[in-house]
């Protein structure tokens, strides 16, 4: 099992930049969480996807970030415009059974985005 | 309040010591408990999972006092290799909520 893939695996970008990040989550598993983790507020959810459909996404901060997961192999989270209090590490995790929440979660090596 | 609250440490122990930690969670109706550890620059990995009886994987013990709304994590006999950065996670429904994280550093 290849296990959860986000790309890129780093990304540096100026401030006011689109940024895109990528999830494959493990395959049969159906669903799909996006978290940010910084120093100061630690591992953040900000999106949680069931059956490829956007469940919660209340811990989007803002307007400038959009999440979409077309269908059950791929997910994307978007930042536009970028701004420096943006930069993180953003951790894609997937879980194999709705609703099982003992089931563990299993993530991606995240992506560490740094805005200029 | 936060959801899931730790001390964050660091805890500096030497090898073969017992270095034992909490973790606060704010929501009495949670469900379920877990131990994540996650090494530097890498991604969290399940430790164990918490039951309410306490349980046991090795040199780690993990307990969950309900009454109290903690849990705790006790690893003994210490290695290098124990040494990391233990994020304690609650469940409310699907969404998993994770502690800012514990370090401990065990040193030769």
């Known amino acids: 099992d290849a296990g959860v893939i986000q790309s890129p695996r780093h990304e540096v970008t100026e401030m006011g930049q689109e940024v895109t990040l990528r999830c494959k989550p493990i395959?049969?598993?159906?669903?799909l969480f996006w978290y940010r983790q910084t120093m100061m507020r630690g591992l953040e959810l900000l999106i949680y996807?069931?059956?490829?459909?956007?469940?919660?996404d209340s811990g989007m901060p803002e307007d400038r970030f959009s999440a979409k997961m077309p269908n059950a192999s791929f997910s994307t989270l978007k930042i536009q415009p970028s701004e420096p209090r943006d930069s993180a590490v953003y951790f894609c995790?997937?879980?194999?059974?709705?609703?099982?929440?003992?089931?563990?979660?299993?993530f991606g090596s995240g992506t560490q985005l740094s805005v200029l | 309040r936060k959801e899931v609250e730790q001390d964050p440490g660091p805890f500096n122990v030497p090898e073969g010591a017992t270095v034992a930690f909490n973790c606060t969670y704010s929501?009495?109706?949670?469900?379920?408990f877990f131990w994540y550890r996650q090494d530097c620059r890498k991604e969290p990995k399940l430790l164990m999972s918490?039951?309410?009886s306490g349980n046991e994987d090795g040199r780690f013990t993990a307990q969950l006092n309900r009454a109290s709304q903690y849990i705790s994590l006790l690893i003994r006999d210490s290695k290098l290799s124990d040494s990391a950065t233990y994020l304690c996670?609650?469940?409310?429904?699907?969404?998993?909520?994770f502690g800012a994280g514990t370090t401990v550093t065990v040193r030769a």
């Open positions: 996670a609650v469940t409310n429904d699907y969404k998993l909520s």
């Open positions: 929501n009495s109706a949670s469900q379920s």
């Open positions: 995790a997937s879980r194999p059974k709705t609703g099982w929440v003992n089931e563990k979660l299993f």
């Open positions: 395959s049969g598993h159906n669903s």
């Open positions: 918490v039951y309410s």
């Open positions: 996807f069931n059956n490829n459909v956007p469940i919660d």
